[in-house]
């Protein structure tokens, strides 16, 4: 998982502080530490949608997949969804959401042709998705669309247990259709 690594690494590196682009993110997900978790969360999940409109990797970066630091995407003005979950992620730990609560859930949306990715929250005893597709956090266990296939967090990765369809590449996170092959 380097594409992962790299982005927890820079997670992790502080080197957000140093990039001017950031402080005004940085500035407002401070301010939110007052609220409730959830209300974070709901100001962080509605912000960041709002802010950038969805692009895939081959239109952004002109490669089939690439994993976008929150400097990039800011940079670009726009992501993919793992760009937003990344974005939410970094939010959320700037305005005190527990780091061991959160990563980034990545798993194949209905009909087994889309790799999705979402932010992932446990909280208060209710694990809730922040999902790009979606203009409202919603519970993780009412999304009736979505296969997940594991969880990236800060520490470690987390797989379910279940064989992903002949087409799915573990490597490199994307799919083919079968007329592809």
Known sequence: ??????????????????????????????????????????????????????????????????WETPAEVVAKGRTDCEGFAIFKLWLARIAGIDD?????????????????ADLLVHLDGHDLLLDNRRSSIVPAALVGDF?????????????????PPQFFDAVTLTTESKSDR
Do not use: C
Request: aromatic share 10%; no cysteine; hydrophobic share 45%.
């Open 1 to 66: 998982m380097p594409k992962w690594l790299r982005i927890r690494d820079w997670l992790l590196s502080g080197q957000d502080q140093r990039n001017p682009s950031l402080s005004p993110w940085i500035g407002w997900a401070q301010s939110l530490r007052r609220l409730s978790p959830l209300q974070r969360l709901v100001l962080i999940h509605d912000r960041v949608n709002r802010a950038f409109p969805y692009a895939t990797d081959a239109e952004v970066w002109g490669v089939s997949d690439y």
């Open 100 to 116: 061991a609560g959160m990563g980034v859930l990545v798993g194949i949306v209905q009909g087994g042709r889309e790799v999705h």
């Open 147 to 163: 296969r997940p296939l594991m969880v990236l967090d800060l520490e470690d990765l987390h797989f379910f247990v279940r064989i």
